[in-house]
């Protein structure tokens, strides 16, 4: 099955440094991919939308400046966490559409902490 | 905007046994998809079951089953023969059919801790 690989898994980093997370589809061109946000024992959030060669589109609450998005490729999208803070740390996992297949695929997810 | 929601935070069943976990959700569209995701300890999100609006027949895989309820809109999820590795979080989730081609933007419910007892 389709496969979305998600790296790094798990990430500390001190405050005010920027981190970048990096989302990957390995069999399959993804034309679409999420970014979602999980708080310990909550559910996942979506952050934002991003469409290959475009700009990604934003929840509303969500900060565009912090929260930099690129989908550069049809199997690349990164997401980076600029001047991190402790109130970023939280479970980030991306998920990714083929958009010729009625699924969705997950990457395993990546624990931020910002000390 | 849709809603999802799931009204138990935690259930627990003995193993061997079935259990089945509810959601009822919030649309004013026809068609659109609904999904049973389900995350381990390991974080991993897994797709566990999946229903077409439009399909009445309720979708089954080996011991998972929904009961589909579109009038009601209802969305449960049963366990049968609940086994140790069942145990995890189950979130509900629901995509409208016309979020684009190709983009299947889901909205999670709040999601039901379910522990397999031995």
């Known amino acids: 099955g389709a496969v979305v690989s998600q790296h790094p898994s798990r990430v500390i980093c001190k405050s005010g440094t920027s981190v970048k997370i990096e989302c990957r589809s390995l069999d399959f061109q993804a034309t679409t991919m999420f970014w979602y946000r999980q708080f310990p024992k909550k559910s996942l959030m979506l952050m934002a939308t991003s469409n290959e060669g475009s700009k990604a589109t934003y929840e509303q609450g969500v900060e565009k400046d912090k929260f930099l998005i690129n989908h550069a490729s049809l199997t690349l999208s990164t997401l980076t966490v600029t001047s991190a803070h402790p109130e970023d740390s939280s479970f980030y996992i991306c998920?990714?559409?083929?958009?010729?297949?009625?699924?969705?695929?997950f990457g395993s997810g990546t624990q931020l902490s910002v000390l | 905007a849709q809603t999802v929601t799931q009204s138990q935070p935690e259930m627990s069943v003995q193993e061997a046994e079935t259990v089945t976990l509810s959601c009822t959700y919030d649309?004013?569209?026809?068609?659109?998809?609904l999904f049973w995701y389900k995350q381990p300890p390991s974080r991993q999100m897994i797709l566990v079951i999946r229903q077409e609006a439009y399909k009445q027949q309720n979708a089954t895989e080996n011991r998972f089953s929904v009961n589909f309820q579109k009038a009601a809109k209802s969305f449960s999820l049963k366990i049968s023969d609940s086994q140790l590795g069942d145990t995890a979080m189950y979130f509900c989730?629901?995509?409208?059919?016309?979020?684009?081609?190709?983009?299947?933007?889901?909205?999670f419910g709040k999601g039901t801790k379910l522990s397999v007892i031995p």
């Open positions: 649309t004013s569209e026809n068609n659109y998809y």
């Open positions: 989730a629901f995509c409208d059919a016309y979020s684009g081609a190709g983009s299947y933007q889901l909205t």
């Open positions: 998920s990714a559409s083929s958009g010729q297949s009625e699924k969705l695929f």
